[in-house]
T-cell receptor
């Protein structure tokens, strides 16, 4: 099993550009989430989904969109990149809140 | 409001020393889940342990042990006879109470450096 796969691993964007961070899981997990990690801040929840067609906002949703058309995929879109979105982004999935989340390997994004 | 506090920002020990990483949490939930994750220098997040609020038994797994005490809202993590490979950032996390289906509130992490 591949688990949670994130692409790309690294990305540099110019301010104002848009892009999509890809996330796919092959474990048939209903729950998927996006977190961002910033130095000294731990991880913060951006958006999450409890199943195909259902998404909701987390703690820091501004500037990001998500959609969940299939169980497997949960892409994160940056609409107009800003330097404040420079961060490491983690996608995660879970079968149930009791079991915690399995994380992808992360995408390191730099906005210049 | 929910909160996870890892008061130790950085800890440095010499190999074979025992080290305890502290985690204190706040939540209004009566049923909740606590987790520890390890983030080695390579950057991935590795799940270590899950504990639910009904189970206060301590747990030991090899050199790792966890002490969960509801009375003090703490979930501390001890590494016995530390090794260089234990060097990493360790995160304590708590299930969110806002209905976001088990998503997590993370502490800010403790960076552990184990020197040979």
């Amino acid at each position: 099993n591949a688990g949670v796969t994130q692409t790309p691993k690294f990305q540099v964007l110019k301010t104002g550009q848009s892009m999509t961070l890809q996330c796919a899981q092959d474990m048939n997990h209903e729950y998927m989430s996006w977190y961002r990690q910033d130095p000294g801040m731990g991880l913060r929840l951006i958006h999450y989904s409890v199943g195909a067609g259902i998404t909701d906002q987390g703690e820091v949703p501004n500037g990001y969109n998500v959609s969940r058309s299939t169980t497997e995929d949960f892409p994160l879109r940056l609409l107009s990149a800003a330097p404040s979105q420079t961060s490491v982004y983690f996608c995660a999935s879970s079968p149930d809140r009791r079991y915690g989340y399995t994380f992808g390997s992360g995408t390191r994004l730099t906005v210049v | 409001a929910q909160k996870v506090t890892q008061a130790q920002t950085e800890i440095s020990v010499v190999e074979k020393e025992d080290v305890t990483l502290d985690c204190v949490y706040e939540t209004r939930d009566t049923t909740y889940y606590l987790f520890w994750y390890k983030q080695p220098p390579s950057g991935e997040l590795v799940f270590l342990i899950r504990r639910n609020s009904f189970d206060e038994q301590n747990e030991i797994s090899g050199r790792y042990s966890w002490n969960f005490q509801k009375s003090t809202s703490s979930f501390n993590f001890t590494i016995t006879a530390s090794q260089v490979v234990d060097s990493a950032v360790y995160f304590c996390a708590l299930s969110r109470e806002d209905g976001s289906q088990g998503n997590l509130i993370f502490g800010k992490g403790t960076k552990l450096s184990v020197k040979p």
